[in-house]
């Protein structure tokens, strides 16, 4: 793919959740808009897509919970093509469903862990990296449930609701230098975490309760990810952007 034209040309992207998903989408679509990227992932199957979209890609194999793994990442990106201007940190996990007392501790803390915290550690070490080649761009993939709340997700509500404020908390810490901090907060998408296997068509026999009467598609969040990440968003930062079909707005 070239990097010589495009909304992102010569810019540099880390996706985490590359391997499938809005993860996978985000990375196809920001490598045919000119960006190079890094597609890091925990389930092995970042090597995949990275092969698939050719040289101006390379994969990392990272737990994003884990500090040693980010700054390993973080490193990939520099080392491989010199710099970082976009981070997507979009790796996130659904978790134990049901009422909150029902929900163990340790299933809690995992959630927690590696929605919330590794949002945290991609912001922390990537934004160093960031300053360094002069600013750049965060995304962070929230949840309509960090606005609203979901019945029975009350740990995956409460990291996503916690990416939300990282991420206004953030754009006013790096404001000045260069740096736009924003969110995505996904409606009902299909996707892994919906049961979806990648590239399979939205059932039209079980409709989710959103407005547009559908499914969300991995590419439709992955192009509110692009716009964010592009300079066409220079005006924009601390937000948090519904991509929900209306489920928000009802």
Same mark, same amino acid.
Request: glycine fraction near 18%; hydrophobic fraction near 45%.
């Given at each position: 793919m070239s990097t010589n034209a495009g909304r992102l040309a010569g810019k540099v $992207?880390?996706?985490? %959740? $590359?391997g499938s998903g809005i993860g996978r989408s985000a990375a196809r679509l920001f490598a045919r808009e000119g960006a190079r990227v890094v597609c890091a992932d925990i389930s092995g199957r970042e090597k995949k897509v990275a092969a698939e979209i050719g040289d101006v890609a390379v994969s990392v194999h990272v737990d994003v919970a884990e500090t040693a793994a980010v700054r390993t990442m973080i490193d990939t990106a520099l080392s491989s093509f010199g710099r970082l201007d976009v981070l997507f940190n979009n790796a996130g996990m659904s978790g134990q469903r049901g009422p909150l007392a029902e929900i163990d +501790? +340790? $299933?809690?803390?995992? @959630?927690v862990a590696v929605n919330l915290r590794g949002a945290f550690l991609g912001m922390k070490y990537g934004i160093p990296a960031m300053l360094s080649s002069? %600013? %750049?761009s965060v995304i962070n993939t929230a949840s309509a449930s960090a606005l609203v709340g979901w019945k029975s997700l009350a740990a995956y509500a409460a990291a996503k609701g916690g990416i @939300?404020? *990282?991420t206004k908390s953030a754009a006013l810490d790096y404001a000045k230098q260069g740096i736009r901090v924003n969110a995505i907060c996904p409606g009902m998408t299909w996707t892994g975490l919906a049961g979806a296997a990648d590239d399979s068509t939205p059932p039209t026999d079980l409709i989710p309760p959103q407005? *547009?009467?559908r499914w969300g598609r991995p590419d439709e969040l992955a192009a509110a990810a692009l716009f964010l990440a592009s300079d066409e968003s220079s005006f924009v930062t601390g937000t948090a952007i519904p991509v929900d079909g209306g489920y928000v707005a009802r």
């Open positions: $992207a880390v996706i985490t %959740g $590359a +501790e +340790e $299933a809690f803390d995992k @959630v002069g %600013g %750049g @939300v404020q *990282l407005p *547009l009467n």
